[in-house]
Nanobody
Framework: QVQLAESGGGLVQAGGSLRLSCVASGIIFRFNDMSWYRQAPGKQRELVAVITTGGNTNYADPVKGRFTISRDNAKNTVYLQMNSLKPEDTAVYYC???????????WGQGTQVTVSS
């Protein structure tokens, strides 16, 4: 059974930092590209950052220079370090695992991030 368990969300003031973690089980973690998405109320889910199996990273324009995605294959964990948070970063953040090729994509339950002004 595949599980992606996010943690680290919470309430923070603008300008503050949070680090999200996502622990994966039931998949061969190192074979999966790992991503963070977010969904704000009334908006579509959007990609925030991705890290490939090879360690290459890509970020959405609104978070470039503020967020950093990383992975620890020994711990089956992907992280999202979020600095200089803004109220517009408020959303539920979801972890996603996708193995390149004809494989299923998996989602976590999400963790709430709220940034107050």
């Amino acid at each position: 059974q595949v599980q992606l368990a996010e943690s680290g969300g919470g309430l923070v003031q603008a300008g503050g930092s949070l680090r999200l973690s996502c622990v994966a089980s039931g998949i061969i973690f190192r074979f999966n590209d790992m991503s963070w998405y977010r969904q704000a109320p009334g908006k579509q889910r959007e990609l925030v950052a991705v890290i490939t199996t090879g360690g290459n990273t890509n970020y959405a324009d609104p978070v470039k220079g503020r967020f950093t995605i990383s992975r620890d294959n020994a711990k089956n964990t992907v992280y999202l370090q979020m600095n200089s948070l803004k109220p517009e970063d408020t959303a539920v953040y979801y972890c996603n695992a996708r193995r390149p090729g004809p494989y299923a994509s998996y989602w976590g339950q999400g963790t709430q991030v709220t940034v107050s002004s």
